[in-house]
């Protein structure tokens, strides 16, 4: 019987997880198809439920629904309870787990592609919604030094803070256009941009959260943003002469973690990394 694997989210037509996702399962000719499935919020319950079906080995959850899933399954692993939110879930024999691969995604794209530890650093975080909570619980649990979260909407920063400071010993919430934002990042090792501003067709198109002029030579700066492939905060940094990271990685590095979640089987990273590359280029 094949066996089926889902996207849910809304929309999902531009996403390249289907693509990534079922080159590593051919890898290893396995009879499953990965299949985007496009889900408004009014049929979300009712699709997660479908997904206790033994022929269904479980989902990857995107956009918008990554909070809301976690009314309708069974159990959550501490990560994802942690961040608030499932981009992953098992289908265990009917009970429906929940999971959060986005910080692991992130830390091993951080080590493998920038071999940075974020051990002992002062980071800077722009964001506060979804992908910055992954972030930020990644960098607690890899025991950053400092924390400050930039974001537009300081109340949501405030929040993000407040829901995690049992785990946090140096956290601090600014503005995203802070007067303290220069002396922020000349004291930062570690930069990561965790809102959309930067992303292909969103409302920050074309914008960059920090100018090359206030980020530090010896600086990594990580966007979380993959669609430009190169955006305008990689091309500030690249100026400043910091290193960079585009978000492509921790995009793979989160697939792979939810594959071997599923499949139990070593994700093949590089065949993934190379399809993801193909999908986005021919957009
Ligand atoms: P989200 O929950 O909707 O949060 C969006 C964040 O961006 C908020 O902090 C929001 O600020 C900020 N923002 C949006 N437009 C802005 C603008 N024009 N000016 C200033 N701030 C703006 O989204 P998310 O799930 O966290 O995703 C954020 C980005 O990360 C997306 O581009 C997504 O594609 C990317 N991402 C990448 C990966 C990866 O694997 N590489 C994984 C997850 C997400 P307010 O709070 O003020 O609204």
């Known amino acids: 019987m094949t066996k089926r694997i889902f996207l849910i989210g809304h929309p999902v037509g531009h996403s390249v997880s289907p693509a990534f996702q079922q080159a590593a399962l051919d890898h290893y000719a396995l009879d499953v198809r990965y299949e985007a499935m496009d889900v408004d919020v009014s049929s979300l319950s009712s699709v997660v439920s479908g997904l206790r079906a033994s022929d269904v080995m479980g989902a990857n959850v995107t956009v918008p629904h990554k909070q809301a899933v976690m009314a309708f399954i069974d159990e959550l692993d501490e990560e994802a309870r942690l961040i608030g939110a499932v981009n992953t879930i098992e289908n265990r024999e009917g009970t429906l787990v929940g999971h959060n691969t986005d910080a692991k995604g992130f830390l091993k794209a951080l080590k493998e592609e920038s071999g940075f530890d974020p051990k002992g650093n002062n980071v800077l975080v722009f964001g506060a919604g979804g ?26 920063a405030a929040s993000l803070v407040e829901s995690l400071q049992f785990t946090l010993t140096l956290a601090e919430t600014i503005e995203l256009k802070s ?77 792979a973690a939810a594959f071997e979640l599923w499949t139990g089987k070593e994700a093949p990273v590089k065949v993934m990394f190379e399809t993801a590359e193909k999908a986005l280029t021919a957009r």
């Open 131 to 156: 992908a910055a909570r992954a972030v930020v619980v990644a960098l607690v649990g890899a025991e950053a030094k400092s924390l400050v979260v930039a974001n537009r909407t300081l109340e949501r």
């Open 179 to 255: 007067d303290s934002l220069g002396s922020v990042a000349a004291g930062s090792q570690l930069i990561v941009n965790c809102t959309s501003i930067g992303m292909s067709g969103g409302e920050g198109q074309g914008e960059t959260p920090l100018m090359s002029d206030m980020i530090p030579s010896g600086a990594l700066v990580c966007d979380l943003v993959y669609n430009p492939r190169e955006t305008p905060l990689m091309r500030e940094a690249a100026k400043a002469e910091a290193q960079v990271l585009s978000g492509l990685p921790m995009l793979v590095y989160q697939g």
